[in-house]
């Protein structure tokens, strides 16, 4: 007899893919200038560490907040006891002004429409759990984050549907892909209740276009599902095209039936602030029960009420916000150029991207033939040879061997300018010729 639950029994977590086999080598044979200058350097992990001093600094500059005062006189009590799964006012009005601020200030945000989660990892959980019954599916375009079938699927019993997308249009959503998604879903007999989409994208590193998201509302209102927004890279977004959120795009189309109800927007301060540790996310959604629903669900993980006192204050200093959001973005931009030249040096192509932690990269003329197989076989050479930890895009359900997800904004500038050394010195072991493609640098 199994003493344990069928979760806990079978693998269903999605561990033993290869965006976390790579994780395993890398925490056994770490990179250090000094220490291990021979080893693995970390460039699959989605971190965001360009602008730690600006926050520390800030941290020095207010230690009353640290220390848990307000106005001179300690508040550790009133957080001590506090667990109102509502969330501090405080942190709920700031998060809202930040939400705006990065959508250049173009709409507004309600607190009431908010639910505090500890990270997106929940707030995408608890809207499976609010919007589908398990058998029930979420379509996803294809390349996407990885995490995806664990957070949505794992406890829910939800199934995830790709959506493929291709690279002759540089990974772009269609109506026709949304179609045959769906009719794929109807084959294996699913029943689709939303479609969820990373905006900007993780792994691609875009932007999606207002044409991209009409589309997606009008397959929305036809079909009459939901649309789920993770938009935890918006405040990412280092080049044009500006940001367009899908809350922007519905604004404009308010007299489109009750689309409006079904629109929920995911969001965490992990990539955008670089405090992933912090656990503090959202949702942020028009409807009504399901914010209702999701705040008694959001009881199951909240944030601390020292974080929440913390962060709320740190949003408050606006001029300190606006400068960190704007000197990082800038870092961000510097970074990408240095892995773009890096790898261009290296004879590798990256898609054109604008936003994000990290490229997508076109290495399909390193491969020995057009399969997974030579993918994996590239990857782990890469990985053992090379030194680089990179997530391959099978680990992404990407459907076109060949193409790889690299993160620039987890290391220093020196150990990026090794990790680009280290691949031009593989690619030139390899000896192979480069192939570009239109939507490549
Ligand atoms: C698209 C996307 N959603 C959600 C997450 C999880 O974020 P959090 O740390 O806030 O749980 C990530 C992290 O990489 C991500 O890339």
Redesign the pocket.
């Known amino acids: 007899m199994n003493m344990l639950s069928r979760k806990t029994s079978q693998d269903s977590h999605g561990q033993d893919s290869s965006y976390f086999l790579g994780w395993q080598e890398y925490e056994k044979n770490r990179y250090h200038p000094i220490q291990n200058p021979m080893g693995i350097i970390q460039m699959g992990l989605?971190e965001n560490q360009l602008s730690f001093d600006l926050l520390k600094s800030w941290l020095r500059r207010n230690p009353d907040i640290v220390g848990l005062k307000k106005n001179g006189v300690s508040i550790f009590k009133e957080l001590a006891l506090f667990q109102d799964y509502h969330g501090l006012p405080a942190l709920k009005n700031e998060l809202v002004e930040f939400m705006e601020k990065i959508r250049g200030n173009e709409m507004k945000f309600a607190p009431e429409k908010l639910v505090l989660t500890a990270?997106?990892?929940p707030a995408?959980e608890i809207l499976m759990f609010c919007l589908a019954d398990p058998g029930e599916a979420f379509i996803l375009p294809t390349p996407y984050?990885p995490?995806f079938d664990r957070d949505l699927k794992w406890r829910t019993g939800v199934e995830i549907v790709p959506m493929h997308c291709s690279s002759s249009n540089g990974f772009r959503i269609t109506s026709s892909a949304l179609e045959r998604a769906y009719k794929q879903a109807q084959k294996m007999n699913l029943n689709v209740k939303g479609v969820l989409v990373?905006n900007p994208s993780?792994p691609l590193g875009v932007t999606m276009t207002k044409t991209e998201l009409n589309y997606l509302v009008n397959f929305a209102i036809d079909k009459n599902i939901h649309i789920i927004s993770?938009e935890?890279y918006s405040g990412t977004v280092f080049a044009p095209p500006k940001f367009v959120s899908i809350m922007e795009v519905v604004n404009e189309r308010i007299s489109d039936n009750n689309i409006w109800n079904r629109i929920h927007i995911v969001y965490?301060l992990?990539k955008d602030l670089g405090i992933?540790g912090f656990r503090v996310?959202m949702i942020y959604s028009n409807n009504e029960k399901v914010v209702s629903a999701a705040t008694k669900m959001s009881s199951f993980g909240l944030v601390s009420s020292q974080t929440q006192y913390l962060v709320a204050n740190l949003l408050m200093d606006k001029k300190f916000t606006f400068k960190y959001m704007e000197e990082t973005q800038r870092r961000l931009k510097r970074r990408k150029e240095m892995l773009v030249s890096g790898l261009r040096n290296a004879g590798i192509l990256c898609l054109k991207s604008n936003a994000g932690l990290f490229c997508w990269v076109d290495m399909r003329h390193l491969l020995s033939s057009a399969t997974f197989e030579a993918e994996k076989e590239l990857w782990i050479k890469i990985l053992c040879h090379a030194g680089l930890n990179i997530s391959p895009g099978s680990s992404c359900h990407c459907c076109e061997p060949g193409w790889f997800r690299v993160c620039f904004a987890n290391m220093s500038e020196d150990t990026l300018k090794i990790a680009m050394e280290r691949m031009k010195t593989f690619t030139d072991s390899t000896n192979s010729a480069v192939k570009g493609s239109n939507n490549s640098y």
């Open positions: 989605a990270g997106a990892t995408n984050y995490g990373t993780n993770d935890i965490s992990s992933p996310g």
